[in-house]
């Protein structure tokens, strides 16, 4: 098939693709299935009606966060639809939506990130077709649902079955990108749509709360010091494990789960970046003391986290996962809990300050780069994470770090510009994935990206739009 029908194929207009250019396609296990899942009947459950998302197309951010976050998002919303999309999924021509061609995570976690980043760009007053390669809004709301559907008709709890996915060790993740993305189009989806999307948000967040019930929250260290897993915190695995209890808890506010997907978020949350000094505080915390709820820690003293037998700066700064809480709220202008940004600020101070192993802080002084004192197993070439923790300490403090954090985004957005324009199409990294020295060894990498760029441009959207809440609950008690 040429690059001309590839794109006519995935519903974009055609843009040239350079045949030779090395695309990081995720590694499909099977063909593609020739009569397409059919999504379940919408039903009448009132458990499962989406709330109604608000603060949709305002205004755009003019300032330099909004017009550097909006230009990074554009660039990698033009790579999904231009180049990405055409060139590993431009085979499914005529179908309602794309067959992932595997249930693992380097096929379901792609397209999720893919559908997140272009679903917020188009709902959030982000896109333009010229910043896009010429890629009109309708063709792109028929990619962003294709993606969505793509991730939701494969659920298990919407279609059972050998081709199945979900209730995994990443799976609260996948499901949240796709989930929130399903949130951002309702409008555009039909009933049957609109129910797939909320059953797979609910199915992940009922088994979420079943491994709770199970198995509790794991963690590195238990709260008297007794090291459980060498080499291994639980503290980015908790994060993302909030995170589709913590969307079923914002998006399907008839759920009679409300509350009980409330407060299991809260202990994954307040549980994944804690340290051992956090479990003495005599200060309530979503209605709690932390000691009373959570039961280890998973950070030295000073912020420091050990993960792949490694200092890791990489995963110190997703911390950001368990903040997604504040993105969900802020769409129907609700309050969030305290547990989604705890230690958040602290965190930030931490990869400024805090001296690794080699005498210099995760945050090289005045710089872009980021010190990797053990080196990073997933190549260094990532910046948009750190970006995202700068913004965040920017939206949550004041004063003298937030000035810090504010000179420290322009680097690392800067750099991230610098690495997109390198490129015609908007992507991000050079060569493949799987280089020997490649500069993310991710398949998924640009789509990483791209998850990362919408959380960024929504937390200058929000937070312009005043949208962010953050009260007094019980959800710990």
Request: glycine letters at 8%.
């Amino acid at each position: 098939m040429t690059a001309l029908a590839l794109l006519i194929a995935v519903g974009v207009p055609a843009t040239p693709v350079a045949a030779l250019t090395p695309v990081d396609c995720p590694p499909f296990s099977r063909e593609a299935l020739e009569t397409p899942l059919a999504l379940p009947p919408a039903g009448d459950d009132p458990e499962l009606v989406m709330a109604d998302p608000t603060g949709l197309q305002l205004s755009r951010p003019d300032g330099s966060r909004g017009v550097a976050a909006y230009a990074a998002l554009a660039k990698s919303v033009k790579y999904t639809l231009t180049t990405w999309l055409p060139r590993c999924y431009g085979d499914q021509e005529g179908t309602p939506y794309l067959d992932p061609r595997g249930n693992f995570e380097r096929t379901i976690r792609p397209m999720a990130m893919a559908a997140y980043g272009l679903a917020v760009a188009l709902q959030t007053n982000a896109y333009d077709s010229a910043d896009v390669g010429g890629v009109s809004r309708e063709d792109a709301l028929v990619a962003a649902k294709r993606l969505v559907l793509g991730v939701v008709a494969f659920h298990q709890a919407n279609n059972p079955g050998d081709f199945s996915w979900g209730h995994g060790w990443q799976s609260s993740l996948w499901s949240y990108y796709a989930g929130y993305a399903g949130w951002l189009l309702r409008d555009e989806l039909t009933p049957e749509e609109r129910r797939a999307v909320s059953r797979m948000v609910a199915d992940e967040a009922a088994y979420r709360v079943a491994e709770y019930r199970r198995a509790g929250v794991p963690y590195m260290h238990s709260a008297s010091g007794q090291l459980l897993r060498r080499g291994d915190s639980q503290a980015e695995e908790n994060a993302w494990n909030s995170m589709a209890l913590s969307l079923a808890a914002t998006m399907l506010r008839g759920s009679s789960k409300v509350a009980e997907n409330h407060a299991v978020a809260a202990r994954y949350q307040m549980g994944s970046y804690i340290r051992k000094s956090d479990l003495s505080r005599k200060t309530l915390f979503d209605g709690a003391r932390i000691g009373s709820a959570i039961k280890g820690y998973n950070l030295e003293s000073n912020g420091v986290m050990i993960n792949h037998n490694r200092v890791h700066p990489e995963y110190m700064s997703l911390i950001t996962l368990k903040t997604s809480e504040a993105l969900n709220t802020a769409l129907i202008n609700q309050s969030a809990g305290q547990s989604a940004l705890y230690n958040v600020v602290f965190e930030y101070r931490a990869m400024t300050s805090t001296k690794l192993s080699n005498g210099i802080p995760a945050y090289r002084p005045n710089s872009w780069r980021i010190n990797y004192p053990s080196g990073n197993d997933w190549g260094t070439g990532r910046i948009t994470n750190y970006a995202l923790l700068d913004l965040l300490a920017v939206q949550f403090t004041r004063g003298k770090v937030r000035r810090q954090a504010d000179a420290y985004y322009d680097r690392h957005m800067g750099r991230q510009i610098a690495l997109m324009g390198r490129f015609s199409d908007g992507r991000t990294y050079a060569g493949s994935w799987a280089d020997t020295n490649s500069e993310y060894r991710y398949v998924g990498r640009e789509q990483i990206t791209a998850a990362d760029l919408a959380q960024i441009w929504l937390t200058v959207y929000f937070g312009r739009h005043d949208r962010f809440h953050q009260g007094a609950t019980d959800y710990l008690k």
